[in-house]
């Protein structure tokens, strides 16, 4: 693989001994058969840049760490993103991992699904290669154990969900395939995560079976699995499965104690990075930070998070060096070929194997030079890494292109790098366009190589018609205001607004209640034994210290205007009304908590949710004190049809209030009647605690809910509570003297108002909704807001401050810019077509439109500032009065003309006369 990638090619032909004109040889002797070895042209060896070999050997046979100088470099803070390693389920020796050749990890069968895996995407059996009709997942090898040798205590957080992707996508690689997964409880605890498992659990062929499970043996001659294990209806089964996948949990970063002793940092039980309780990215040494799963098992969208908020953190530190280091970037004059005669360029990306293994890359690279105002096409291993960036800009000074086109992925990400080697090259950057053959093409038809390779050209022929006719837009540079205003002032709006005016920004706190603090006043321990209110009370008093720091308590938002770097919005206060101007908008507003109507809710004063209760505890309430026994319901409110979401922190707090019961009275009864206990992370710990101390857990299903009813028992008041044991196989009730509700947190009452306000979006559950869940999991689409907090899902005191130093990180890349550009793609309107109907007016989302007076009278005009390019406008324009740029009717036809062939065109046109 290291030779098909390496991107250096020879003109000149070596000796018969040397397999190919790389830099990167396999040498054939009869003294050894094979070896391969680097030559003197490598890119790294030469510019300390590519590394692709190292990347793409799965045998770790390349490693360039020992051609390293050693270096000295003084900073002044430092991060460390070491990651994590999956466990390896060989040290337990009891699930036939190592042994039998048809149980593989979940790791495995992640590249066995990958179009850039050992058999291009296709699911193959190791022992034979054929297809597996029956494959098993069993859930939490490596995770949730404390005996077996070498397993974690703690939950892994991610295990679940990456297997019910796997399930998904094996039944779209292959729809007949019997899926089985083998789990304790379900931890679909993430945003939108409840959904993807109905997804999952609903495919046809697909089993979800609680149990645990032990591999029994597997047959000498099909090298079948048989797994045991039991369901509540027929006991103790045996079944034979193709293919085994053991979902393995993460474990610390390979020699994490010799990397904490080589920087002087401490390790928490579990050897991942020990940090501080009130800051996940916090290290016990000042000065260093990490990110990413050194802290603890951790997702992609919250490991994102800690980066930005590690980014964040040191900036704080080092506020008094800003921009001494920086250097300003200057692009050469940009040439004026607006009169020129297009000359196309055509740059064909394998992606790695992404596209390559599907799409002949060659034959669509000789295509692209048949068609009309091509001068130049050739294909790249990846277009997107530095060398080759830099070849396109040498190219289009070489072969004097005036247009560009990158056949490779989605312009999601990466069109604004590509639009920079041209503004290298002194071409205007909307002279580019990309044309989709990944996402469009090889990853929805990787069984279909010769259909897709034709596809891959006509995509390319339809970015060619519409290059021709695409002209050079001027972007608008934008002053940016460096204030920023924080819409909430929780945990999560105080702590972003500090880390803001750390770096020297004045920021404007508003909160809509008289008081700071949020839900946090609520709330009186964590887990952890952090006292919530005392840490409240310290960053309050932090808060109305800062002199950058201006707060408006009791405030309502009546209006905002504006855009990205620089908005207005009006507050009515108890100072009255005054007009904020700033550069950025932080939504951190919080949520709420679902008021019951079931379990006699607000009938009986027994009967009351985890907050009333936790509040009750702190406070000495002599009904709780005296109650000998509890009873705990959780999922009240949610995963149901009327909130069909998790809300995520219910099964930590009532495990907290059980332990803090415990505590106070060790002979009190606490159950806790819960459907899955989604204790994820390190949280795992207190869960086993609890059941160690007493605490009876009993599972009930949505179809048998706990059913409530006020008894007496012996002369004594109670409330009698009924439901299914599966595990006693009857129905049993438990006498409570008080009943605790795990109620939904639901978003707050002032979201939509918000939502009109700043123009962002909701999730279908009300949450705010982010740009990208991944790529910008703390950004709105509309640029220059952000969000942290439960206003964005409900989440842990220790994952909203992460968020919202993430969200301070996001605000102060935008903060550190003098100016801003606004995009060149934006609508302008033909005043003579106009005929001032207003539906565009009344399309726009952004405001961006109105009515001015002119000369013949008013028009409808577009605020290039306000214009978001959405194209809305244009489409409901009954006259046409109104183009998009970088999208007119001329681009765009021509690309739909060019997607039929004239032949074929000509053909259907004969076919149908």
Same mark, same amino acid.
């Given at each position: 693989m290291c030779t098909e990638y390496c991107p250096v090619q020879y003109p000149d032909e070596f000796n018969q001994d040397i397999s190919n004109n790389k830099a990167i040889h396999i040498y054939y002797s009869q003294a050894i058969p094979l070896i391969t070895y680097i030559d003197e042209n490598c890119l790294y060896l030469k510019e300390k840049k590519c590394l692709i070999c190292e990347a793409v050997c799965q045998n770790e046979a390349i490693d360039f760490s020992q051609t390293e100088e050693i270096m000295e470099i003084n900073v002044g803070a430092v991060i460390l993103a070491p990651g994590y390693e999956e466990y390896d389920p060989r040290i337990r020796g009891d699930y036939g991992a190592g042994k039998y050749e048809n149980v593989v990890t979940s790791m495995d069968y992640e590249r066995?699904?990958?179009?850039?895996?050992?058999?291009?995407?296709?699911?193959?059996?190791?022992?034979?290669?054929?297809?597996?009709?029956?494959?098993?997942?069993?859930?939490?090898?490596?995770?949730?154990?404390?005996?077996?040798?070498?397993?974690?205590?703690?939950?892994?957080?991610?295990?679940?969900?990456?297997?019910?992707?796997?399930?998904?996508?094996?039944?779209?690689?292959?729809?007949? !395939?019997?899926?089985?997964?083998?789990?304790?409880?379900?931890?679909?605890? %993430?945003?939108?995560?409840?959904?993807?498992?109905?997804?999952?659990?609903?495919? @046809?062929?697909?089993?979800?079976?609680?149990?645990?499970?032990?591999?029994?043996? /597997?047959?000498?001659?099909?090298?079948?699995?048989?797994?045991?294990?039991?369901?509540? /209806?027929?006991?103790?089964?045996?079944?034979?499965?193709?293919l085994v996948v053991l979902s393995v949990g993460m474990s610390p970063p390979p020699d994490v104690e010799g990397l904490a002793k080589k920087f002087g940092l401490e390790l928490n039980?579990?050897?991942?990075?020990?940090?501080?309780?009130?800051?996940?990215?916090?290290?016990?040494?000042?000065?260093?930070?990490?990110?990413?799963?050194?802290?603890?098992?951790?997702?992609?969208?919250?490991?994102?998070?800690?980066?930005?908020?590690?980014?964040?953190?040191?900036?704080?530190?080092?506020?008094?060096?800003?921009?001494?280091?920086?250097?300003?970037?200057?692009?050469?004059?940009?040439?004026?070929?607006?009169?020129?005669?297009?000359?196309?360029?055509?740059?064909?990306?394998?992606?790695?194997?992404?596209?390559?293994?599907?799409?002949?890359?060659?034959?669509?690279?000789?295509?692209?030079?048949?068609?009309?105002?091509?001068?130049?096409?050739?294909?790249?291993?990846?277009?997107?890494?530095?060398?080759?960036?830099?070849?396109?800009?040498?190219?289009?000074?070489?072969? #004097?292109?005036?247009?560009?086109?990158?056949?490779?992925?989605?312009?999601?990400?990466?069109?604004?790098?590509?639009?920079? !080697?041209?503004?290298?090259?002194?071409?205007?950057?909307?002279?580019?366009?990309?044309?989709?053959?990944?996402?469009?093409?090889?990853?929805?038809?990787?069984?279909?190589? #010769?259909?897709?390779?034709?596809?891959?050209?006509?995509?390319?022929?339809?970015?060619?018609?519409? !290059?021709?006719y695409l002209e050079p837009l001027m972007e608008i540079d934008l002053p940016v205001d460096k204030r920023a205003l924080v819409v909430g002032g929780g945990i999560a709006g105080m702590t972003c607004a500090l880390s803001i005016a750390e770096h020297g920004h004045h920021v404007y706190l508003v909160e809509k209640e008289p008081v700071l603090g949020g839900t946090a006043r609520k709330v009186y321990d964590t887990l952890e034994g952090l006292d919530v209110q005392e840490f409240l009370r310290d960053l309050i008093e932090r808060v109305y210290r800062h002199p950058l720091i201006h707060v408006y308590t009791g405030a309502e938002i009546t209006g905002t205007a504006g855009y990205i770097g620089n908005f207005a919005t009006t507050i009515q206060s108890g100072r009255g009304r005054a007009e904020i101007k700033h550069g950025a908008t932080v939504i951190?507003? %919080? =949520?709420?908590?679902?008021?019951?109507?079931?379990?006699?809710?607000?009938?009986?004063?027994?009967?009351? !949710?985890?907050?009333?209760?936790? /509040?009750?505890?702190?406070?000495?309430?002599?009904?709780? =004190?005296?109650?000998?026994?509890?009873?705990?319901?959780?999922?009240?409110?949610?995963?149901?049809?009327?909130?069909?979401?998790?809300?995520?922190?219910?099964?930590?707090?009532?495990?907290?209030?059980?332990?803090?019961?415990?505590?106070?009275?060790?002979?009190?009864?606490?159950?806790?009647?819960?459907?899955?206990?989604?204790?994820? %992370?390190?949280?795992?710990?207190?869960?086993?605690?609890?059941?160690?101390?007493?605490?009876?857990?009993?599972?009930?299903?949505?179809?048998?809910?706990?059913?409530?009813? @006020?008894?007496?028992?012996?002369?004594? @008041?109670?409330?009698?509570?009924?439901?299914?044991?599966?595990?006693?196989?009857?129905?049993?009730?438990?006498?409570?003297?008080?009943?605790?509700?795990? =109620?939904?947190?639901?978003?707050?009452?002032?979201?939509?108002?918000i939502e009109n306000l700043f123009k962002v979006g909701l999730n279908p559950d009300g949450f705010f909704k982010e740009a990208h869940v991944k790529l910008r999991p703390v950004e709105f689409a509309a640029e220059g807001v952000y969000l942290c907090g439960i206003a964005h899902y409900p989440k842990l005191i220790s994952e909203t401050i992460s968020q919202a130093y993430g969200a301070a990180g996001r605000v102060l890349a935008l903060l550190s810019n003098d100016i801003v550009t606004a995009s060149g793609a934006i609508c302008e309107v033909e005043e003579s077509?106009?005929?001032?109907?207003?539906?565009?007016?009344?399309?726009?989302?952004?405001?961006?439109?109105?009515?001015?007076?002119?000369?013949?009278?008013?028009?409808? =005009?577009?605020?290039?500032?306000?214009?978001k390019g959405d194209g809305l406008c244009n489409a409901v324009c009954p006259t046409g009065a109104i183009q998009l740029k970088h999208f007119t009717d001329e681009e765009l036809l021509s690309q739909i003309d060019a997607a039929v062939p004239e032949e074929e065109s000509a053909d259907k046109k004969e076919a149908a006369v």
């Open positions: 066995l699904t990958d179009s850039t895996g050992p058999y291009e995407g296709q699911v193959l059996r190791p022992s034979d290669l054929e297809h597996p009709r029956k494959v098993a997942w069993i859930h939490c090898v490596g995770s949730r154990q404390v005996n077996p040798p070498g397993a974690n205590s703690y939950c892994s957080s991610v295990c679940c969900t990456y297997t019910q992707k796997q399930v998904i996508l094996t039944k779209e690689h292959d729809p007949e !395939t019997e899926c089985t997964v083998f789990h304790n409880d379900i931890r679909s605890y %993430g945003k939108d995560f409840e959904r993807f498992y109905q997804r999952a659990e609903e495919m @046809p062929g697909v089993r979800f079976f609680r149990s645990y499970v032990s591999v029994v043996r /597997e047959d000498p001659e099909t090298k079948n699995v048989t797994l045991k294990y039991t369901t509540p /209806e027929e006991g103790v089964r045996e079944e034979e499965f193709d039980d579990h050897s991942f990075c020990k940090t501080n309780p009130v800051n996940p990215m916090e290290t016990s040494r000042p000065g260093f930070y990490i990110s990413g799963a050194f802290q603890g098992p951790l997702d992609i969208p919250e490991t994102v998070v800690t980066a930005s908020g590690a980014g964040s953190q040191c900036g704080e530190l080092l506020n008094y060096r800003k921009g001494d280091l920086s250097v300003e970037r200057v692009y050469p004059p940009e040439k004026d070929v607006s009169l020129e005669e297009p000359r196309i360029g055509v740059f064909v990306c394998h992606c790695g194997a992404n596209i390559g293994r599907v799409v002949n890359v060659p034959s669509a690279v000789d295509y692209a030079l048949t068609l009309p105002n091509v001068v130049y096409a050739q294909e790249q291993l990846f277009s997107c890494a530095t060398n080759c960036a830099e070849e396109i800009t040498d190219m289009i000074k070489e072969k #004097d292109l005036n247009r560009v086109i990158v056949a490779a992925c989605s312009p999601r990400t990466l069109e604004m790098l590509f639009r920079d !080697t041209l503004r290298e090259a002194g071409l205007n950057q909307y002279y580019y366009e990309m044309a989709n053959i990944r996402e469009h093409c090889s990853w929805v038809h990787p069984k279909q190589k #010769d259909e897709a390779t034709q596809k891959a050209k006509d995509i390319i022929r339809m970015a060619v018609a519409r !290059t021709r951190a507003t %919080g =949520a709420d908590v679902y008021t019951p109507t079931e379990y006699l809710y607000g009938e009986d004063k027994r009967v009351m !949710t985890q907050l009333e209760l936790e /509040e009750k505890i702190a406070t000495g309430d002599e009904m709780v =004190a005296n109650a000998e026994n509890v009873v705990m319901i959780q999922c009240v409110g949610c995963r149901n049809e009327d909130r069909n979401y998790c809300s995520r922190i219910c099964c930590n707090e009532s495990v907290k209030n059980a332990l803090i019961l415990k505590e106070k009275n060790p002979d009190r009864d606490v159950y806790i009647l819960f459907r899955d206990m989604r204790t994820y %992370g390190y949280n795992e710990d207190y869960y086993r605690e609890a059941a160690d101390k007493g605490v009876v857990f009993i599972r009930y299903e949505p179809e048998q809910e706990p059913q409530l009813e @006020p008894a007496e028992e012996e002369g004594r @008041p109670v409330l009698k509570v009924t439901l299914p044991d599966y595990v006693l196989q009857k129905n049993i009730e438990i006498d409570a003297d008080l009943i605790a509700l795990a =109620a939904a947190v639901i978003p707050s009452a002032g979201t939509r108002k077509k106009c005929v001032t109907c207003g539906a565009c007016i009344d399309a726009c989302a952004y405001g961006a439109i109105e009515f001015q007076a002119t000369e013949t009278g008013l028009t409808a =005009a577009v605020n290039p500032v306000l214009c």
